[in-house]
């Protein structure tokens, strides 16, 4: 009996495509973990921290939580605002000066690989220092850096900063998964960051000092849309049809779903009710089709019990694993 030729007409053998499936299954469960880790941290340095503090606390979260997801042995982290202006950053070398600190990151931002990553607005991936023009290496750096990734934290259209992962071996960085799931972070990563922002610039200065760590900021879990507090956030990431890739816990809490219920569901617009359904499957579709890159609006939801509730949702465009998807947020409106 003659079976049919199944290789890949790329000239991988069936083998290779099955462990490339199981890599990508392996960075998919990697990067959904990650997740869970990284608003778990950043809320817990919220209770605990206001204001710029908190700002710089996410930042430390962050560089710590892909500096462990890569082996990564040094990184950086700059936030941009809308003109392009550093506001804060957390540098490889540690502590440094104010003045020799502006002077580093301008030089970095002029001629070094964050420079390149902000102007192509893509992954700078350098896989040896040494014969990469991009990369710039600074004087006296008290590290050893041959290969680096730099990956731009963007939410839309708006480039909210550049995290850049280091390490002393050339093509530390290369293997497929690392930079697939560093890549889908990176959304994910924005929108927590922009989150902390938001909730800087709603709570008035002596809230830092006027609220005890073990009182929540936010009284009840139904008033929560003015603060863009992560607490109170759902993230989710849904494919061209509507389906669940992932979300979070408190997605699933607002409207009384387990994650296996979420994922199992046809499409997320199950979960509007039927006079708001039209409307965020236009949304949806605008966005998937490039007529757009992002979307908001208001709508009713619908819980697993069939009670309507009032929702904010947001959401961009981005590609997981190759595929087009939306990462977005959903908070319920005050009432």
Known sequence: ???????????????????????????????????????????????????????????LTVVQLFGQMTEAEESSIFLLDDNGVVTESILARGATMRELKRTLIGQV?????????????????????????????????????????????????????VLTLMHSAPGHFNERSVVKYVENLAEVVALALDNVHLRCEVLPPDNEVSTPLDTPTVPTHDRTSSTGDLAFTGLYIVTANGKFLY?????????????EELVALDSMFDLAASESRTQIFEALDRCFRGHVKGFACTFKGQTKYEEQ???????????????????????????
């Not at 998919?28 to 997740?35: F, M, Y």
């Not at 979300?247 to 994650?259: C, D, L, Q």
């Open 1 to 59: 009996m003659n079976y049919p030729d199944r290789t890949p007409k790329d000239g991988t053998t069936q083998l290779d495509a099955l462990e490339r499936e199981l890599t990508d299954f392996q960075a998919l469960q990697t990067t959904i973990d990650v997740q869970h880790e990284l608003i778990a941290r950043i809320n817990a340095t919220q209770q605990a921290s206001k204001g710029h503090l908190a700002i710089k606390s996410a930042c």
């Open 109 to 161: 931002l002029d001629r070094g690989l964050a420079g390149w990553v902000i102007q192509h607005r893509c992954i700078g991936l350098v896989e040896d220092t040494l014969t990469d023009d991009r990369w710039l290496t600074l004087p006296y750096e008290p590290y050893q850096v041959r290969s680096a990734l730099c990956v731009p934290l963007s939410k839309g259209r708006r480039l909210l900063g």
């Open 247 to 259: 979300v979070n816990p408190r997605f699933a809490e607002i409207f009384h779903y387990s994650f």
């Open 309 to 335: 509730i009032d929702l904010e949702i947001e959401g961009n465009r981005t590609k997981f694993y190759g595929k087009p998807a939306i990462v977005g947020t959903v908070r319920l409106v005050d009432r």
